[in-house]
């Protein structure tokens, strides 16, 4: 039997189970040739591979849609694929299994390599599908079990359709956008409705104005402090907000001195349970990692795959399933009594404490539901951690393991409480909870306030009144998108109406769409949120300039790509090159021409300030006595986007700017003009 793998590691884990010998560079013995590749042996064609003239960019060149698809090899792994190519030549004849990682970039790798080496035996073929760390055990379960490789075609189709559509895309818009910008622009398919999502908050966010509010709040002493606000009747949809000239607050403000004592006059309690979280995916534990860790979603990725690879102490971690299948219950039953045996001190008195194992059942479908399973069980720990993990590799392992027990625990159980209290004849109203059984939930949520325990309280009763304190508020915008919330974005997206739409990518490759944002420079982090760079600003706002493009980016009309995809790959591919014929057409590019709206005044002159090709310009430079102003839209290695030379034209400075000398060392400076010309302000 023939074996291809998608990493050495794996192939070894082959090796190992089935005892086969290593010979150079593969394994092999009278039964079994196992042989690895290096991820993606193969890539597509540049341009330039299908027509030399392909390589000067240009306008009249696009588009770009080559008849047949061809790759060729990735140089840095030639010998890697050489001895791939002679294992297939010398063992053609063979049944093959292809145990590349499963899903669907897994088997684009496969197929990529299959067509290359020219493999005819597919009605031989089958395929090693599993969720398990790859013992000796699973392996050879995993060939016994293993399915045909046809069964897995459509895997096969939309991942040829999703790298031909993303080459297209990016091949085609990425010239458009650059040659019709001045610079260098990457588009992609995915990643640029990601940055657009983003270029939108940061937008809302900087146009937002707040409001200013007030609230009158009334502190009381009952079995434990407990508070109420009073109700402004002439405010329906915000019914504890006043205005500053509210007569009120005045009234309150002279009042409150004899306002000693409140009556509950109407006390409703509503019993609500809350089940513990599910288990993790791959998504749900990059977006935990990042919010108490702070790590990135490829960081993420790597660390439960070295656990997965390496240690073989987690399952497979690429997976976008919260469930169990039905049939796991065995396989979770015997990780429970193997992890309680292991662990003791905190560990098992803190993180497992509470876990009931009756729950480890077929009845359980919060855990085991074959109906919601997608081609992976969730991810689990499946062995205790080795000695010598890292501290990266110890937190990854402990979220997991920490929400494998906390899932057998009892459900969070309180009745969510609402008050009315009477204070000297007006009406303040209060929300609280009173808890009726912990179960899971041990501590609060950080990310929530915990609201205030209103157990004990009687409706009828009168309670003291501590204080009453008027409260100056402001309303706030949305929040800045973090790794965690663009994850959530990615996962489930909604349209306008809030209804949900196919997810953006696969659990997979999120992550490395979010870091090839960051490393192309688009965007970055403060603290934990994503902002905007100004190259990523000036992507989108040349992008938005084509209406066609600008549709085609927003993240309703990416998730509708994504669907048609899952639904018929050729017609995908056939949809994105009408797609891309279009928005390169003659009409098309010539809407897409810088529009000849004034920026602004030019400071030297008083003429209208353009926005050109390459630069900001003054609309005097062919008067009878020329006007010079040029403000280039990249200086020292950074972007200058309208906005800043709108700044720049009013006489103002712009915020600082990440740049590099001409030795290539980064340094932070905001612009300025100066008779003119563009000069450095540096921080004292």
């Not at 040829?160 to 956008?177: I, S």
């Not at 907000?241 to 006059?265: V, W």
């Not at 193997?338 to 729950?359: C, E, F, Q």
């Not at 990518?505 to 870091?515: V, Y």
Request: with cysteine; net charge neutral.
């Amino acid at each position: 039997m023939l074996i291809l793998t998608e990493k050495p590691s794996v192939a070894r884990s082959f090796a190992e189970a089935l005892g086969v010998p290593r010979k150079g560079l593969y394994w092999e013995n009278g039964d079994h040739c196992i042989v690895s590749a290096l991820g993606h042996l193969l890539e597509n064609y540049a341009p330039e591979d299908y027509d030399p003239a392909l390589k000067k960019w240009s306008l009249e060149t696009l588009p770009v849609i080559p008849d047949t698809v061809q790759f060729k090899v990735i140089q840095q792994t030639k010998e890697q694929l050489a001895v791939v190519k002679t294992c297939f030549d010398r063992h053609k004849n063979d049944p093959l299994l292809l145990a590349t990682d499963a899903e669907r970039e897994g088997e684009l790798i496969g197929a990529e390599i299959l067509n290359y080496a020219g493999f005819k035996n597919y009605a031989g073929a089958r395929r090693f599908w599993v969720s398990e760390a790859l013992t000796p055990e699973v392996v050879r379960a995993g060939i016994e079990g293993a399915k045909p490789l046809a069964a897995y075609t459509s895997y096969r189709d939309q991942g040829f359709a999703r790298q031909h559509a993303d080459w297209l895309v990016g091949m085609n818009l990425t010239r458009l956008v650059t040659l019709k910008s001045g610079k260098l622009l990457h588009f992609g398919r995915v990643q640029t409705a990601l940055l657009a999502a983003i270029y939108e908050r940061e937008k809302v966010i900087k146009n937002f104005a707040p409001q200013q509010f007030y609230e009158v709040k009334a502190v009381m002493n009952g079995d434990s402090l407990f508070s109420a606000k009073l109700v402004n009747p002439d405010n329906a949809e915000f019914p504890t907000r006043f205005p500053g000239n509210s007569p009120l607050l005045a009234e309150i403000a002279a009042a409150k001195d004899s306002m000693a004592a409140g009556t509950i006059t109407s006390l409703e309690k509503e019993q609500k349970t809350v089940h513990p979280p599910r288990l993790f995916n791959l998504t749900e534990l990059q977006k935990e990692a990042h919010k108490k860790f702070g790590y990135s979603p490829e960081e993420t990725l790597n660390t439960a795959q070295a656990l997965y690879e390496k240690h073989k102490c987690l399952s497979y971690p690429r997976t976008p399933s919260r469930v169990m299948g039905d049939d796991n219950v065995g396989l979770v039953k015997g990780i429970y009594e193997k992890l309680t045996r292991a662990y003791s001190g905190d560990i098992l008195n803190v993180k497992m404490a509470g876990a009931d194992p009756s729950l480890i059942c077929g009845t359980n479908k919060r855990l085991f539901n074959s109906a919601e399973l997608q081609d992976h069980h969730a991810l689990i720990p499946l062995a205790p951690h080795p000695e010598g993990c890292s501290q990266k590799e110890m937190d990854i392992y402990f979220l997991v393991f920490e929400r494998f027990f906390t899932i057998l625990k009892p459900p969070y159980v309180y009745n969510a409480v609402a008050i009315d209290v009477d204070i000297s004849g007006r009406r303040f109203q209060g929300n609280g909870i009173e808890v009726l059984h912990c179960g899971w939930k041990t501590e609060p949520d950080s990310d929530e306030d915990e609201p205030e325990n209103f157990s004990g309280l009687e409706q009828g009763k009168e309670y003291p009144v501590m204080s009453i304190e008027t409260v100056a508020k402001k309303t706030e915008p949305k929040k800045h998108y973090t790794f965690a919330s663009l994850l959530q974005l990615m996962e489930n997206p909604r349209d306008d109406e809030g209804k949900h739409l196919i997810g953006l990518g696969t659990p997979a490759t999120r992550g490395a769409i979010l870091q090839k944002l960051v490393d192309r420079k688009y965007i970055f982090l403060k603290g934990k949120n994503v902002l905007i760079s100004d190259d990523g600003i000036f992507l989108i706002e040349n992008v938005l300039k084509n209406e066609g493009l600008a549709a085609f980016i927003s993240i309703p009309e990416t998730t509708r790509w994504e669907e048609q995809l899952h639904q018929d790959a050729a017609s995908f591919i056939a949809a994105i090159k009408d797609f891309i014929r279009s928005a390169v057409s003659n009409t098309a590019v010539d809407a897409y021409r810088n529009e000849k709206k004034p920026l602004g005044r030019c400071p030297l002159c008083g003429g209208d300030v353009y926005e050109g090709k390459k630069s900001f310009y003054c609309g005097n430079y062919k008067a009878e006595k020329p006007c010079n102003l040029a403000i280039w839209k990249e200086i020292s290695g950074a972007a200058v986007v309208p906005a800043d030379a709108q700044t720049l034209i009013a006489g103002k400075q712009t915020r600082p700017k990440k740049c590099r000398n001409k030795e290539g060392k980064p340094f932070e400076a905001s612009f300025r003009l100066n008779d003119g010309k563009v000069v450095f302000v540096f921080k004292k």
